[in-house]
């Protein structure tokens, strides 16, 4: 087989198979596929010459001078990456972007030095919008959505349940001024493709009602698909009422012990410990006005203190004395009003497990 075709699209992402993007850097980072590799064909630099080429003088003029440019040393150096990518990866594909010159270019390469490696017909384009028909596709079935103050555990039932899909892991954020994660955000297009691969593949275990998280339209820097957003708005809601005190802990675990925890262990110590002190007043001060400045500096200076006590080894309570306020007095009455705008869809109110315990009998 030296082409995929589109009734094999649905196994690529099934089976997480290894793929070659031969497209430039530049294309690449700005969106591609969780199992993607870029090894491409023509650099940024060589692409954007190649491309004023067509426009001035044609399409052979243009391969004329990519040929000129990926040609010797250069040739070979890239060519010795796609051989070893695929020797490690016999079950893999090649792609470009539209699955033309620049895919066949490398397929034909490859078969020159005795590796017969398939391409894919369609290339990034066709796989992409595969993914964006499963995203719509997740808007059109039955939902629930999770609701609930901060710190209910909103997050955590939804990775609990097999039919859960979690758009902040997606977008690798918590979806508030302090969610940023230490893994850092991705593109819209990547939060977008990782989301369609894990419900393609909940949809293959045969669930086909989902349950989604109480969101607004943005997660950090990523949007909610529109068609999936819009659905939302209908959903019916069952809301987490579980007691301050376990929300405080779960809050304080989130924020506080485990940032702390992933900053130190990616950076080290010192570096760590100041990228971890960053990321909590940098979420403070996004939330500066909304607090208002006298709030938003006492709450500044319990900060400090709880930073200060933390770094002298005096453990992470010490954060309680700006959590508790902050929940009480800004994050509690945001969302209570938030969700008393959607009242009339509310079907359902309990604790963690009594919440839980609903949406696994089938309520649809």
């Known amino acids: 087989m030296s082409e995929l075709h589109c009734a094999d699209y649905r196994r690529i992402f099934l089976n997480d198979t290894p793929l070659i993007d031969v497209r430039a850097p530049v294309e690449f980072e700005q969106g591609a596929f ?80 005795g590796q017969d490696y398939p391409l894919i017909t369609g290339g990034y384009k066709a796989l992409r919008n595969f993914l964006i028909s499963i995203n719509q ?101 069952v809301v987490i009422d579980d007691p301050f005190d376990v929300r405080l802990a779960r809050l304080k675990e989130e924020y506080v012990d485990a940032m702390c925890r992933g900053f130190i262990q990616r950076d080290g110590e010192e570096e760590g410990w100041q990228n971890f002190s960053s990321y909590l007043h940098q979420g403070m001060f996004a939330i500066r006005k909304r607090l208002g400045l006298e709030r938003h500096q006492s709450l500044s200076n319990e900060l400090n203190s709880a930073l200060e006590l933390h770094r002298r080894g005096g453990g992470s309570d010490g954060h309680e004395r700006w959590l508790v306020p902050l929940l009480r007095e800004y994050y509690d009455p945001m969302y209570i009003y938030q969700l008393g705008r959607k009242a009339e869809r509310i079907i359902f109110r309990g604790d963690y497990a009594a919440v839980r315990d609903y949406l696994l009998c089938d309520n649809s």
């Open 34 to 113: 969780p199992t993607s590799v870029n090894i491409a064909l023509m650099n940024d630099d060589e692409r954007k010459a190649v491309g004023t080429c067509y426009k001035q003088h044609g399409q052979q003029a243009a391969i004329t001078l990519g040929q000129r440019l990926v040609s010797g040393s250069v040739r070979e150096a890239r060519l010795a990456q796609w051989l070893d990518f695929c020797r490690q990866h016999p079950q893999g594909f090649l792609y470009c972007m539209r699955g033309g010159l620049r895919s066949h270019i490398t397929q034909q390469w490859l078969k020159e030095d």
């Open 137 to 237: 596709q997740l808007a059109e079935q039955p939902m629930h959505i999770v609701g609930g103050n901060t710190g209910s555990g909103k997050t955590l039932l939804i990775r609990e349940l097999p039919f859960g899909v979690d758009l902040e892991g997606a977008a690798r954020h918590r979806g508030s001024s302090f969610g940023r994660t230490v893994a850092g955000q991705d593109t819209q297009i990547n939060f977008e493709n990782v989301l369609a691969i894990d419900v393609l593949k909940k949809q293959h275990a045969g669930m086909n009602r989902w349950v989604l998280e109480d969101e607004g339209r943005t997660i950090g820097s990523n949007h909610v698909p529109i068609e999936i957003f819009e659905a939302m708005q209908k959903a019916r809601i």
